[in-house]
């Protein structure tokens, strides 16, 4: 039996809604390539890519941050080292995504999906610059009506603020939509949300399995979700907490922050 047919029963969800870094793309690569040519520069030693695969999840700034204290714990990193760094990591990252690979069923499961109609969006809380050229790169673009990143809205994940904004545009309720990402972050976002979340195990976690943050669905390979694809050995939960009514968790956009996220939605990828 798939994913779906686990989790919503003789019936595809409405709407599903993707992490980018970790589920879709491997992305550390080109990602510790950046911060270590960042510490570099500031005359410090690299960190290497098992460092940065543990680090990743929180956005740019919180890498950063990480890679300047050489730990996950930053809380001793000052801003104004932070926004030094930060500076030279961005322009050291839009350089080349070239070492960036698309997971094996990813695209094979976003062709499936879009053939069937299921609505597609990508919540990501990597900066909205990267985005669009990433998934050009990565020949993904097309599949996605609407791409929220990192800087977007004022909040990222695990805040549930972009899923509730795409949930609205979508018109789909939390009965009807799924969250897939690999991280915590993912997990309580959608929790929050009262959207179930399938995770991949093969992301990025901050060193964790993925299944001790208990989502609806634990898989290896995103082609698991399609009927006739799920072996018996993938780990299910069912989460005891009610969903939240749709009603009562609309994210409540000002008119200047709407106006900001429609402009950035339509210049990274919106599709009629």
Not at 45 to 68: C, F, Y
Not at 151 to 178: C, E, H, I, R
Not at 201 to 219: D, K, Q, T, W
Request: hydrophobic residues 45%.
């Amino acid at each position: 039996m798939s994913g779906f047919e686990q989790l919503f029963p003789g019936r595809l969800p409405k709407l599903i809604m993707f992490d980018l870094d970790g589920t879709l793309v491997d992305s550390v690569p080109d990602l510790a390539a950046a911060v270590d040519k960042t510490l570099l520069e500031l005359g410090r030693p690299a960190v290497g890519i098992e460092s940065v695969r543990d680090w990743i999840g929180n956005g740019v700034r919180v890498l950063v941050r990480r890679a300047l204290a050489n730990s996950i714990d930053h809380s001793g990193v000052d801003e104004a080292s932070t926004d030094a760094a930060l500076a030279i990591f961005m322009e050291a990252y839009s350089d080349s995504h070239g070492l960036t690979k698309v997971y094996p069923g990813v695209r094979e499961t976003l062709k499936w999906l879009q053939k069937n109609g299921v609505q597609m969006a990508l919540i990501t809380n990597k900066p909205e610059r990267f985005v669009a050229p990433l998934l050009d790169e990565m020949k993904l673009g097309r599949f996605f009506r609407w791409i929220v990143g990192g800087d977007t809205l004022p909040q990222q994940k695990p805040d549930p603020a972009a899923l509730f904004f795409v949930m609205k545009m979508a018109n789909s309720p939390g009965s009807q939509s799924l969250f897939v990402g690999d991280s915590r972050n993912d997990v309580l976002a959608a929790k929050a949300a009262g959207v179930a979340c399938v995770a991949l195990s093969y992301g990025y976690n901050h060193g964790r399995p993925i299944a001790e943050e208990c989502p609806a669905l634990v898989i290896d390979d995103l082609r698991k979700l399609i009927p006739g694809c799920l072996d018996l050995g993938a780990e299910i939960t069912l989460p005891h907490a009610q969903p939240p009514s749709f009603r009562e968790s609309i994210v409540v956009v000002t008119r200047k922050l709407w106006m900001k996220v429609m402009k950035a939605l339509a210049r990274w990828r919106w599709r009629a």
